[in-house]
């Protein structure tokens, strides 16, 4: 045997074993990859008995209005083609009866829309969102088994969006209701409704926030999911993993008219207890404190003293209100309400709302640097209040190049009376300086600075020379009749 052969011979029992061990190797990373995905697709969520289970309980709810006059299908402001190339925000669903996507009022024909619900009760309470059935003249009802009941409304409530409705039936398949405030980021929840009139349709998504408050509403804490809404969905139900109702889906964000991956439901704790009202009293009643709010900014955290942003800063005290009879003040900032610590203004009205009226709640709040405990009476909100939400967005003192870069002029009696303050200063002109930087504005009227009221010129100068360079002071100013912090640094 030759030397190459020799060596040939010697080294191919130990190549091949390499060979082999690289077999072995690559099969078992293959089986590694194989599991995980097996594993995997195990993890994703398996709806089918979920669906199975809760398709009964839901409903497709078909809504006839019949025209009230006017001008027909001619008098709509916009043609489609207009509409369909607006931007959109926080659009619902077939709207209420002034949505062009309905006709309009004056349309000829009768304009009919279609949404969704679900059954509460065997004797027949159906739970669906306000705005499906607004001004409806013919609301029917139609079952999974394809029966078509007529449907009375029992009562709504249009700062929830929340509407029942009742069918004249016996032993219908119900739902299980949830606790939505158990509800995590996250969490896997599906929805059955019927978008485009596609009944016992199924998405599903995850929880992408809890507590979200919507221009249009500050008495909801919505629920925003990335499950697929779209119209027809409005006032069907959003479910759990455990099959339980934990939502009502009522709005969606979007700019194409379309889901666009942001949806938003009611809170189903918040849902049933508007239901529980209307069934017993038919009415809705909600506790009202009776101020004014706005967010803690930086700046005005700062300036109040505190370490981070967080609270509800009260701009106004409405006279006569729970608040005011507690001595609530402006400028304070609520840190907490039972206990329930508020990060965001927008914390607090949900709260308030949920509260029994005539129930004590205890307020923790900031006043010149320190805690305080107020304890507050809550009373019945006003039909028509829209004050527990958000404040509005903003002898001559000296020329524009003063401290802050303001001319202030006396408040003028008349104006004072109008706004029904005792004292304050009208800013007349203003240059460059801190008061333009914090968003002063001509014609604003200053009523505190630094936390020390200001009622006259005199009060204004005397505060102002005062002031300490660099360091943020909070300034409260009524704007149009709205009162508003900014923060001012010298």
Known sequence: MSESNVIESQRTPAFRSVRSAGWVAFLSCLLVVLWSQAASARSLPDFTDLVEENSDAV???STTTEPKGGPGVQGMPFSQDQIEQMPEFFKRFFGGPQSPFNGGQGNAE?????GSGFIVSKDGYVLTNNHVVD???KIIVRLSDRRELPAKVIGTDARS???????DAKDLPVVDIGKSKDLKVGEWVFAIGSPFGFDHTVTAGIVSAVGRSLPTENYVPFIQTDVAI????????LFNMDGEVVGINSQIYTRSGGFMGVSFSIPIDDAMNVFKQ???KGTVSRGWLGVLIQEVNRDLAESFGLKRPRGALIAEVMDGSPAAKAGLQSGDIVLAYNGEEIQFSSDLPPLVGRTAVGETAELTVLRGGDEKTIDVTIGQLPAEDSNQGSAAPGNSAGPSNAPLGLSVQPLPSGMADSLDIKGGVVVTGIGAGAALEAGIQPRD???EIDRKPIRSVDDYTNVVKDLKKGKAVSARIIREGHPLYLVIKP
């Open 445 to 447: 009227v200053i009523t």
């Open 110 to 114: 009768p304009r009919r829309s279609i």
């Open 59 to 61: 409903v497709n709810i």
């Open 230 to 237: 779209n119209p027809g969905n409005s006032g069907g139900p």
């Open 161 to 167: 969006d929340i509407a029942v409705l009742k069918v």
């Open 278 to 280: 209307i069934r017993e």
């Open 135 to 137: 001004g409806a003249d």
